[in-house]
């Protein structure tokens, strides 16, 4: 199946509504703002953050949902402790991304269900 | 265990809730007013609905929300951008004018439907991203299309192929096509039409396929465009070709071809697409080269034939690249150059050979009195003979040149100029006579004052239509007859550029052509050492006898020098010629033969005096007193006849008849002698009387006295002897019949040495196998080798093969 994500090179630009006027395409910060269900704000860097594929594309400039120019991601699905751990996974990842025999991170059991089920969610 | 829930936090779940949602979401996303929407919201809900299994539904939702986006949306406007034109276009009408408003309308319609495709391919990307769940669970697994392959499909069937309008059944991508072909017509017509727009509807078209499985060659371009832009293609081209040929000349319409050939590179680069190059290329190919190519090339007055004669080398370069596109033989630009080539090289023949009339063959009574407009005739003929080598080496260079630059070299081409010249040469028989004289005259005079470079240059040249010449035997016997006559009289310009040129022969040709002439060259090299020891050995002697004559003699070797040409056999076949010799000129010869006998015995010296020549010194007493002396250069048998007047009191003659006897100088030499002597108004040494031009028996010769020269040293020249001249009818007879004898032994040799080694040959491979190892010297005629192999039978030599339907031979030891 080819998935067609829009990080890949499109022509055009990202559309914005005809009426209101075109937003300013400044630099997005280096931060971004992941908030779990219970309300806890995660500041992670954007690059971390993009390791997730639906992270990616919720905050993909040319797309401009929401997040993207907020550059804030409500997350209702997840809670704080999966949350957390999540973004500890993206920093590992990210951290270790060139190398390989990585060791494992480490996972506590009690919260290995609803981490896989919020891997999958998130596309990583 | 409970079904999957996933995160959902235990909310039921009513899916016409969140489809609902969800379908105002993509409505916004349509509206481009993404930015109000949370990804997050959405992704979650389409995350919910799949978990709870309605992922299908939610795939059927979603494509019958888009289809119906398309149909209502999209296809409305662009329907209405569709004006009448455009669909007259369509429909295969001829539309006259409005040239402007077509294009004008094909822009707009060609912009809006360029827009909706956009905005369609963009949103359905964020749409994608928003059900991606859906789209790496469901889709997977059931194996169905993606979204965004799913939408695509739907623009094209609700838009593109939908019809235009409701009365006619054209559809939308009819309209498209036929508007973008009718801006193409129009850029060839030279007309600016709007490229980025037409490319990226192309863009458009390469990413949309047939059918939900992408395959390249399924690309709606490569199923729909393409083929009639071919098409479309073709019938212009066709239609411009004829144009051109009618209208045009040759050199104009080369340069359109590749004017167009260029303009559809860049088309398929700038506004097409590079799928397309090859196959255009070859339509253009087809349609306007390979279709008027040959009547091109044999354009009246200004086809190849014109260019060849002007030195257009660009036009003919052109013509050489169009040629070669469609014919890689580049079968009609050949045909063309030679046919030009061998009409060229036809009138240079016909121009040496009509130059002059040949004498008509009379009596020989009025032998002598036409000698004087034989010798002028024969003179013409060697001029001529050397112009004609002058021609061909001009034509040579010329064609060169253009092979060179125009044709790039090109191996086919080369070959076929070879063979076009070796027509020509080989169909003038006289191109071996003609080519060795024109050596002779450059190896005796012409080598002057040239540099080293320029000689070897000239001399390549020569060399160069040696090996187009096809008699190669011929040209040997020439230029041995020639060769030793430069020899003998010391005519030659240098030494070492004869030997270059044999060298050069020997390289080029072969070793068995430059033997003789190599032995030719030894026997003069011998010929000096030998009279130097003469010398020394004559001092040795001791006696120094001022009577004694300085002898240089030249020893030849029989075989290996031209000798029929030279000498002519008395009846008994012996080629010793008579002639009683002063005393003093015959002790020293006397002398000189019993040196060189005591040296190499078991020779025979047989002495040539027509050929040689001697310096006297002559006193002449003027009435007042005065002496002059003048060193005089004659031929030998002048020589003789002069010394008969030493002896001779001053106011006494000498008749004919007396000279001859006294001298036993064959007639038609005397005569000759006398001529230049008494006749020739610079040299009259002797008086003449009567004092007419012709030497007849009865005249009488006196020592002239009052001989007087500007000059210390005068030379006597010999009325038409000496000089390598074109040959007359008559001679030129006579060469061909002794070269025919010489060709026949060489075949039987030939013949005789295959025999030898293969015992036993068919009849058409023997034959085969002379001609091949002959073809180095000369082709031989297959009669004359039946004839040859008849005889060697009689000899037995050879016999016949058993066999008698198979004619072969077996060889007789």
Known sequence: MTVRSTTDSTPAAGIDSASSSTSPMTTPSPFVTLISSDGFEFHVRRSAACVSGTIRRMLNTRSNFSESVTGVCHLENLNAMVLEKVVEYLYYNEKHKESRDVPDMEIPSELCLELLMAAEYLDT | ?813
């Open chain 2, 1 to 813: 265990m409970a079904p999957w829930q996933g995160l959902t936090n235990n909310d039921t779940v009513d899916f016409d809730v969140t489809w609902g949602i969800l379908e105002g979401a993509l409505r916004e996303i349509h509206a481009k007013n993404a930015s109000k929407l949370s990804f997050e919201e959405l992704y979650r809900n389409a995350y919910k609905l799949v978990l709870k299994k309605k992922g299908e539904e939610l795939y059927n939702r979603v494509s019958g929300l888009e289809q119906e986006l398309l149909r209502e949306n999209v296809r409305s406007r662009v329907v209405q951008m569709v004006t009448s034109p455009l669909i007259l276009g369509a429909s295969g009408e001829q539309v006259g004018g409005q040239a402007h408003q077509r294009r004008a309308d094909g822009e707009r319609f060609l912009g809006v439907l360029k827009n909706a495709y956009k905005d369609h391919d963009i949103c359905m990307k964020m749409i994608t991203d928003v059900l991606m769940y859906m789209e790496r669970t469901y889709c997977q697994d059931q194996r169905h299309p993606s979204i965004y392959a799913m939408a695509m499909a739907l623009f094209r069937t609700q838009v593109l192929r939908s019809p235009a309008t409701d009365q006619s059944d054209i559809n939308v991508m009819a309209i498209l096509e036929s508007a973008i072909l009718d801006m193409i017509a129009m850029e060839r017509k030279n007309e600016i039409i709007d490229r980025p727009l037409i490319r990226a509807c192309i863009c458009m078209l390469e990413e949309l396929y047939e059918t939900f499985q992408e395959e390249e060659s399924s690309k709606l371009y490569l199923t729909s465009f393409e083929p009639k832009f071919l098409e479309s293609s073709r019938i212009f081209y066709h239609r411009e070709g004829q144009d051109l040929v009618a209208n045009a000349d040759a050199g104009t319409f080369c340069r359109h071809a590749r004017k167009r050939l260029r303009e559809e590179d860049e088309r398929c680069q700038q506004t097409l697409s590079t799928l397309t190059d090859q196959k255009i290329k070859s339509v253009v190919d087809k349609e306007l080269i390979g279709a008027h190519i040959r009547d091109v090339i044999n354009m009246e007055g200004t086809g190849v034939k014109h260019m060849l004669d002007n030195d257009r080398l660009e036009d003919l370069s052109n013509v050489f690249d169009l040629n070669s596109r469609v014919d890689p033989k580049k079968a009609a630009l050949k045909d063309a150059v030679q046919k030009r080539i061998v009409s060229l090289g036809s009138e240079i023949n016909n121009m040496s050979s009509g130059a002059v009339v040949p004498p008509p063959n009379n009596a020989s009574e009025q032998a002598k009195k036409e000698e004087g407009e034989k010798d002028k005739n024969v003179n013409q003929q060697t001029a001529s003979a050397i112009k004609w080598v002058d021609d061909v080496l001009t034509l040579k260079t010329k064609y060169d040149r253009i092979w060179e630059e125009a044709f790039k070299k090109d191996s086919n081409m080369e070959k076929a100029l070879e063979y076009s010249f070796q027509e020509f040469i080989n169909a003038n028989q006289r191109s071996s006579e003609h080519l060795s004289l024109y050596l002779d005259e450059y190896l005796k005079k012409g080598a002057k004052g040239k540099t080293d470079l320029e000689v070897d240059a000239n001399l390549d040249k020569g060399i160069l239509l040696l090996q187009y010449i096809q008699d190669k035997d011929h040209f040997e016997n020439y230029y041995k007859k020639h060769l030793s006559k430069r020899l003998l009289q010391r005519k030659s310009a240098s030494m070492d550029i004869e030997r270059q040129m044999i060298s050069k022969m020997k390289m080029k040709v072969g070793n068995t052509f430059t033997q003789r002439l190599e032995s030719m060259f030894k026997d003069m090299a011998l010929s000096e050492d030998l009279t130097k020891q003469y010398k020394t050995h004559v001092a040795e002697l001791g006696d120094p006898d001022t009577t004694r004559i300085d002898l240089e003699a030249s020893i030849l070797t029989t075989t290996m020098w031209p000798v029929d040409s030279m000498v002519r056999r008395n009846e008994d076949g012996s080629t010793k010629t008579a002639c009683i010799y002063p005393p003093v000129v015959e002790n020293a010869r006397k002398r000189f033969e019993h040196f060189y006998l005591k040296k190499h015995s078991g020779r025979t010296l047989s002495w040539q005096p027509q050929l040689g020549s001697a310096d006297i010194r002559a006193t002449f007493t003027k009435p007042d007193g005065k002496t002059k002396r003048h060193e005089l250069n004659v031929s030998t048998y002048a020589m003789v006849i002069l010394l008969l007047f030493n002896d001779l009191p001053a106011d006494q003659c000498l008749s004919y008849e007396e000279i001859q006897a006294r001298t036993s100088i064959p007639e038609n030499e005397l005569c000759r002698n006398l001529q230049s002597l008494a006749v020739v108004p610079k040299t009259r040494i002797l008086k003449k009387d009567p004092m007419s031009k012709e030497i007849k028996p009865g005249d009488k010769f006196y020592f002239n006295e009052s001989f007087t020269s500007p000059y210390m040293k005068v030379k006597v020249g010999v009325v038409s002897n000496a000089g390598s001249k074109a040959e007359n009818s008559d001679e030129r007879r006579a060469t061909k019949r002794k070269a025919d004898e010489e060709r026949g032994t060489t075949i039987e040799a030939a013949i005789v040495r295959i025999m030898k080694q293969r015992k036993h040959l068919p009849h058409q491979q023997l034959i085969a196998e002379v001609i091949q190892q002959l073809a180095n010297r000369f082709q031989p005629d297959v009669n004359m080798i039946k004839q040859r192999i008849e005889s060697l039978m009689e000899r037995e030599y050879l016999e016949r093969g058993p066999d008698p339907s198979k004619p072969s031979y077996t060889y007789l030891a």
